[in-house]
């Protein structure tokens, strides 16, 4: 018996038992040629399908993380935001064990926050996040988060995205171009469920992780994140993550006193990266035994301060809200700002598994109510409330200290559902980025893969690389253009008179079509070797071309593939490519690019 | 050849591909159930949890501690965050907690969501009037009176209005305060014994008698027996120099309501002004000129005793010793009268009993007999009336 013929399946109206013309067996055929276009591995349908049911399977593992973490608080801290003493001091310290011996033992890549992980695979394993990465994310962070390590769950929700993402495309067969993509796919669509912010979700993972707004990606990207914060809705509800009091910025000069935010929010997200920077290295160079202490004395550390302090433990999610309606005095943000930098920092050079994200906007909003607070007692004039400046400050920090400015700024808007104080978090943020990056090369997340000994492209150093343009190595008025018209003597004889025997010639054919013409080939129309009777015109010069037309701000990278060909390109304007602005060279680039090394 | 096997390789990528995606939709469809089973169990627990802390903290601010009620209130918008009752509920206790800025964030947050809600904006004014904030605390009262309310809207906005007025006056602004309180007499339902009596209450504290006395009376009409409304329409009448009205209201009232201080005082008052006043109408001449003897008697003994530092209080002036010296001449002036002169010599005479009741007062304090105040009343009623 031969083999079916897949690629050809019998016509809907010979499948036995559906009688040939009838509505089933047109809809059979419908169905057939959906699907064959659909599956087609080549088909960018089945790309953004796959980005929708990657959403909502993202959106699915969220819930359920957010849900665990929840049960796993109430169960282990009670449901009081201020649990017992003992409770606070034993449960954190006491839950550091497990935590440590499934991330040393059964789930090792679940450590750290996930960020870089998920870059890590982008950029060196293909698009590759093993599926058991996605179960010990979530079995540790719940426990590490529940357990009330100052930790946030949205970087490890990014991971998980990515994960589900990646064995979806490992079982679906995609090409490796795809499975690479399918990882910020899967990434963004956690992170949106994560915030409840599809906008910041897009804006971070090609902020940070992916670094182009390639338009392959950008789709894909967006319908995930869409459709995992709809699923996300569906179950929790739609309401953003905090309930922000109405405000308005009614006096511009008050924008000084959010610049003053930013400058302050800048240095402390400095001081948090130096310091994370500084001590991670010396805590990776413990011994190996210790690993198995470090969650569990962080866990003591956090208990010990929660005794007084319960605020600074876990995500921190309502003591933000709390700050966002002005309930702390403050003196009392401040301490809570550096208290939750002690704790963060000491959670997550522990090793114990957890994101940055929910802390950073807790110490962003209680740093940004303090410095509220100490402008409203030196300028009682202020309109501006403190619940104001919490609010810019939690974006203010989260552009200092993640150094993704963009993704800042909408975060803000987003998770506040408040569009009104746009404009004070742009100018804050700004400086806070500027700040953070003038005394901090490295972003926190490129250091931690360098430090783990993996060189990632940075998307920032990326963003700012000098870009080298034609404009930066054409040489203007290097050639001698020739019109059709014009008689080969008179060419000749411009030709000749030029000073510079070895100037290319280049032929204006017609309206944005230049040739390379050879001065031999003039010569000899020109001294009628040709044997021509009547007098010939540049337009019956034999020439060589079309020659490919470039523009002077185009990117030196991208000509270079077309310098080879030609020993000459023509440089046109783009108001109107019969005009020619200069002549680039494969020798012309590679002069421009030396020097822009050498500077 | 080489092209069937390249072309079955094809077909079997894309039959594999068609399966393991069927295989995905089936476990997003399984994976989908289970999350919802587990959401609804989480919600359930989390509104559980949510409801137990806001009863707790329900009891801790009827029971008078704020701050207990607060944390309370915390934990459970911790589990039901965008609750608008338990954010009302929050804000409410932190205002009693005196953390009225706190207040403020949580109201306005619920004043955007619902900007023309009636409790929301009283509570707003409340926490105005915490902070000292006039011209907010203003504008949330007439925010609340003129916006909606979800139960009983024109008892509700009454309310409020009422509390507008109580605060006016507090703020000692009575002509502002008028305005309103006219409005809510307007607005005051004429079968409500209790509104009827506020209503009168606060017309009495602008010095509007004749309105209050109305208000009593319509609040008597539904229950005759009011000690409020009769206690309110006596002071009505007695301000309105009405006497022997006010003594009627004021007998009217049960013995533990009449024996209060103030009602005690206005009616002994009453009846000395009753006894005394030579101006009231019906009155033989006989009866006026010897309530104008009576008078003068009354008034040079109280300025005596009063010269002779009796009464007085320590370092008190003395009386205008003219005063005495003239309700002297007027006694003497009078034994040797007809009483066709004395007749003549009412208005002069009282007028000098007035005044020596005035500088009695400036010298001694206010009178404590019920015939010397009802003498200063009657002089105060003159002098108004002249004037």
């Known amino acids: 018996m031969s083999r079916p013929d897949l690629a050809n399946p019998p016509a809907p109206d010979a499948l036995p038992g559906i009688e040939s013309g009838s509505v089933l067996s047109r809809m059979g055929a419908v169905y057939h040629g959906w699907m064959r276009r659909l599956v087609s591995p080549r088909g960018d349908q089945f790309f953004l399908v796959l980005a929708v049911v990657i959403g909502v399977f993202s959106g699915l593992a969220v819930v359920c993380f957010r849900i665990a973490i929840e049960w796993t608080r109430l169960v282990l801290l009670g449901s009081s935001l201020t649990p017992s003493p003992l409770r606070v001091l034993l449960v954190p310290a006491l839950c550091g064990i497990p935590i440590a011996l499934l991330v040393i033992h059964a789930f090792p890549r679940a450590r750290g926050s996930g960020v870089n992980q998920t870059k890590t695979a982008v950029y060196i394993s293909n698009g590759y996040v093993p599926f058991d990465t996605v179960i010990g994310k979530f079995i540790t962070c719940a426990l590490a988060i529940g357990s009330g390590q100052s930790l946030g769950p949205e970087d490890p929700s990014l991971q998980m995205g990515a994960g589900i993402a990646s064995i979806l495309g490992r079982r679906l067969k995609l090409s490796q171009e795809r499975l690479r993509l399918i990882a910020p796919v899967g990434a963004a669509a956690g992170l949106a469920a994560a915030f409840n912010a599809p906008v910041s979700a897009v804006l971070f993972v090609i902020e940070e992780v992916i670094g182009t707004w390639s338009a392959g990606a950008l789709g894909a990207i967006v319908l995930a994140a869409v459709s995992s914060v709809v699923t996300m809705r569906w179950f929790l509800g739609s309401e953003s993550l905090f309930r922000v009091p109405p405000s308005q910025l009614n006096d511009p000069a008050e924008l000084l006193a959010y610049a003053v935010l930013g400058v302050v929010g800048g240095c402390f997200a400095l001081a948090f990266l130096k310091w994370i920077g500084a001590a991670r290295p010396k805590i990776q160079a413990l011994p190996k035994r210790t690993m198995y202490l470090l969650p569990a004395a962080a866990g003591l550390l956090i208990g010990t301060a929660g005794i007084w302090l319960p605020q600074v433990m876990g995500a921190g999610y309502p003591i933000i809200d709390q700050a966002l309606h002005g309930e702390y005095v403050w003196h009392m943000l401040l301490i809570l700002a550096i208290l939750k930098i002690a704790a963060t920092g000491i959670s997550f050079l522990s090793g114990a598994p957890g994101g940055m994200f929910a802390p950073t906007l807790f110490i962003g909003a209680m740093l940004g109510g303090a410095v509220g607070g100490v402008e409203h007692h030196f300028f009682p004039g202020l309109t501006s409330t403190t619940a104001t400046f919490a609010l810019v400050g939690m974006g203010t920090f989260f552009a200092g200290f993640l150094r993704t400015p963009i993704t800042a700024v909408f975060m803000v808007v987003e998770v506040s559902g408040n569009y009104s104080m746009i404009v004070p978090v742009m100018i804050s943020s700004l400086i806070a980025y500027l700040i953070s990056r003038r005394f901090q090369k490295v972003p926190l997340f490129d250091l931690l893969t360098r430090q783990d000994g993996v060189v990632l492209p940075s998307i920032e150093e990326r963003r700012e690389r000098v870009r080298l343009v034609v404009e930066d190595a054409m040489r203007a008025g290097a050639a001698i253009t020739l019109d059709p018209p014009e008689s080969v003597f008179e060419a000749l004889r411009r030709v000749e008179a030029d000073a510079d025997p070895n100037r290319p010639l280049l032929l204006r054919a017609r309206a944005g079509e230049w040739r390379l013409v050879d001065r031999d080939e003039l010569r000899r129309l020109a001294t009628h070797e040709s044997g021509a009777s009547v007098p010939q015109t540049a337009a019956d010069l034999s020439s060589k071309g079309p020659l490919p037309l470039i523009f002077p701000d185009e990117s030196l990278e991208e000509v270079l593939r077309w310098a080879s060909d030609w020993p000459v390109l023509p440089v046109v304007s783009r108001a109107d490519p019969s005009r020619l602005e200069g002549v680039l060279s494969l020798a012309d680039i590679l002069h421009a690019f030396r020097t822009s090394a050498a500077e | ?387």
């Open chain 2, 1 to 387: 050849m080489n092209m069937h096997a390249a072309k079955d390789k094809r077909a079997s990528a894309r039959h594999g591909r068609e399966a393991v995606l069927a295989s995905a939709l089936v476990l997003l469809a399984l994976m989908f159930v289970v999350t919802a089973f587990v959401s609804r169990l989480y919600k359930k627990r989390v509104h559980e949890l949510g409801d137990r802390w806001f009863a707790n903290g329900d009891s801790a601010l009827h029971s008078g501690h704020p701050t207990a009620a607060l944390a309370d209130y915390r934990n459970g918008l911790a589990y039901v965050p965008g609750n608008e009752v338990f954010q009302f509920h929050l804000a409410q206790a932190l205002a009693a907690a005196g953390h009225a800025d706190e207040a403020e964030g949580y109201l306005l947050n619920l004043l955007s969501a619902s900007p023309g809600n009636g409790e929301i904006n009283l509570a707003l004014a409340r926490v105005a009037v915490q902070k000292k904030s006039e011209p907010d605390a203003l504008r949330y009262y007439h925010a609340a009176i003129y916006g909606g309310w979800d139960e009983d809207p024109i008892a509700q906005r009454w309310r409020a209005r009422r509390e507008l007025c109580e605060y006016l006056l507090g703020r000692g602004a009575p002509s502002q305060a008028e305005s309103e309180i006219i409005a809510l007499a307007d607005n005051t339902p004429g079968n409500d014994v209790s509104q009827l009596n506020a209503a009168g209450n606060l017309l009495l504290d602008v010095s509007l008698w004749s309105r209050a006395l109305g208000e009593f009376k319509s609040a008597l009409a539904v229950d005759r027996h009011d000690p409020e409304a009769l206690t309110g329409a006596g002071t009505a009448e007695f301000r309105l120099a009405r006497y022997s009205e006010a003594a009627a209201f004021f007998e009217r009232l049960p013995e533990n309501r009449r024996s209060s201080e103030t009602v005690s005082e206005m009616l002994a008052t009453a009846r000395a002004a009753e006894s005394i006043d030579p101006f009231l109408p019906g009155l033989s001449a006989a009866e006026k000129s010897a309530r104008v003897d009576r008078a003068l008697a009354d008034s040079e003994a109280l300025l005596s005793n009063c010269t002779q530092g009796a009464s007085r209080s320590p370092g008190a002036q003395q009386p205008n010793p003219d005063s005495l010296a003239a309700v002297r001449k007027a006694i003497s002036d009078r034994k040797r009268a007809p009483v066709e002169r004395k007749m003549g010599r009412l208005d002069s005479d009282m007028a000098a009993v007035y005044q020596a009741e005035i500088a009695a007062r400036s010298a001694c304090g206010s009178p404590k007999s019920p015939t010397a105040r009802a003498l200063l009343l009657i002089g105060d009623a003159r002098a108004g009336g002249s004037q």
